[in-house]
């Protein structure tokens, strides 16, 4: 499995020939828009930041769109949808996916605004493998409170996301910190098998977004 950002919260996950697209700003957006096609596109908010299904028909592919709260089944991936609020441009509804592809357990909190989630939902996120989070406050969670909900999923890698281009500008610097992990340096992707997660446990991971 191959994980890149394209800054904000707009990532690419490939595994084979399957490529997922999550979160890609759409024609309505200031920022970077998808350049390749998808099979997948997940949006966790109905914002022009997040929600580009239709930027992310490319190439010839026509991608399956996942919008909202339900389980879904596509290709050989597994997603649940989970109804929480994003405070991002407005509150708004925002849904948290936990996917399964290649054996990993995939979080994506999206414009997560909600420093603690119901019960419920932190259920059903159990054995998180890959938790991506939003740390970039004015709307979504503050560094601070990012890292202390980060830490009680147990994940085994943690993707801070929604800082530089948006959101407070030392947002990176202090979730960092409170992880002990001010010497990490971004990588330009993540590439990633199960077994290679085995020794892992909430170690942070800084995607460097692809030009």
Known sequence: MIVSSYGVEFFKIQHGDIVLAVNPPSKN????????????????????????????AFGGKTPFEIAGPGEYEVKGVFVKGLASVSRYGGERLNTIYYLTLEGVNICFLGALGMAALESQTKETLDDVDILFVPIGGEGVLEASDAYRLAVSLEPKLIIPMHYGEVGRKDALKIFLKEGGAEDAEAVDKLT???????????????LQPQN
Request: glycine share 6%.
């Open 29 to 56: 957006s200031a920022f970077k828009k998808p350049r390749f096609g998808a099979d997948i596109v997940l949006s966790t908010a109905n914002h022009p930041d997040l929600n580009g299904v239709a930027e992310a």
């Open 192 to 206: 990633v098998k199960k077994k290679d997660l085995d020794s892992k446990e909430g170690e942070i991971v800084i």
